[in-house]
């Protein structure tokens, strides 16, 4: 078992939607979760950053971790053809665990978004 | 102004060949890495050099060898090239020293160097 599963897609929505993108990890020592966006023949551009539980909102996109449930959730309102793209999670552990330095991917989620 | 930038973009060669591929950032991060990503998109980190230091080595062919010869360059040099060593190679680079509240900082990544073997 992967220490952190995406679905993979690919997920296609009508402009306007609401997307929700989820990731769930194995490794409890996680404490920082990122999400990056990849266009095509591009690198990864991260679009989130969290901190341990909770939300945090920045424009269209909402970002949900619930470490109980070892769940992440990344939401996308007003979705727009230019989102369209590869969606990957990343976590890494805290600091003082030594591999703070080593994120951790999940296989992205390809999402399409239709005009 | 690209923040992290990687030569070449593409490279096609033949099994058993050597080649180099070159990152520069001019973020002035002390961190840098280098991750693999398959025909999945599955990402993997490969190694990780912190001010020249190697940090990170996972488990990887010794055929792979990084080499940082300052802290805004990381370079990967692969001996012997295999078809399994076909995939997008991404340098990536962070600034551990001196953050602040002991947060992680985030990753930022160039635009990846095609391998194709033939």
């Known amino acids: 078992q992967k220490e952190v599963e995406q679905d993979p897609g690919p997920l296609s929505v009508p402009e306007g939607a609401i997307v929700s993108l989820n990731c769930t990890y194995s490794?409890?020592?996680?404490?920082?979760f990122m999400w990056y966006r990849q266009y095509s023949r591009k690198g990864p551009e991260l679009l989130m950053y969290?901190?341990?539980?909770g939300n945090k909102e920045d424009g269209r996109f909402t970002a949900q971790v619930d470490k109980s449930s070892k769940y992440i959730s990344l939401f996308i309102r007003d979705s727009q053809p230019s989102d369209s793209a590869t969606y990957l999670c990343?976590?890494?552990?805290?600091?003082?665990?030594?591999?703070?330095?080593?994120?951790?991917f999940g296989s992205g989620t390809q999402l399409t978004v239709l005009p | 102004d690209t923040a992290v930038s990687q030569t070449p973009k593409y490279l096609v060669t033949q099994m058993g060949n050597d080649k180099s591929i070159k990152c520069e950032q001019n973020?002035?991060?002390?961190?840098m890495y280098w991750y693999k990503q398959d025909s999945k998109k599955f990402l993997k980190i490969m190694f990780s050099?912190?001010?020249?230091?190697?940090?990170i080595n996972e488990t990887v062919p010794n055929r792979f060898s990084p080499k940082s010869p300052d802290k805004a360059h990381l370079n990967l040099h692969i001996n012997s090239l295999e078809l399994g060593d076909s995939a997008v190679y991404f340098c990536?680079?962070?600034?551990?020293?001196?953050?602040?509240?002991?947060?992680?900082?985030?990753?930022?990544f160039g635009d990846g160097t095609r391998l194709s073997i033939l």
């Open positions: 990536a680079s962070s600034q551990e020293k001196g953050r602040q509240g002991g947060f992680n900082q985030p990753q930022h």
């Open positions: 490794n409890s020592a996680f404490q920082y």
């Open positions: 969290t901190y341990s539980s």
């Open positions: 990343a976590m890494s552990p805290s600091i003082s665990s030594g591999s703070a330095r080593q994120l951790t």
């Open positions: 973020l002035g991060h002390d961190t």
């Open positions: 050099y912190n001010n020249k230091e190697l940090i």
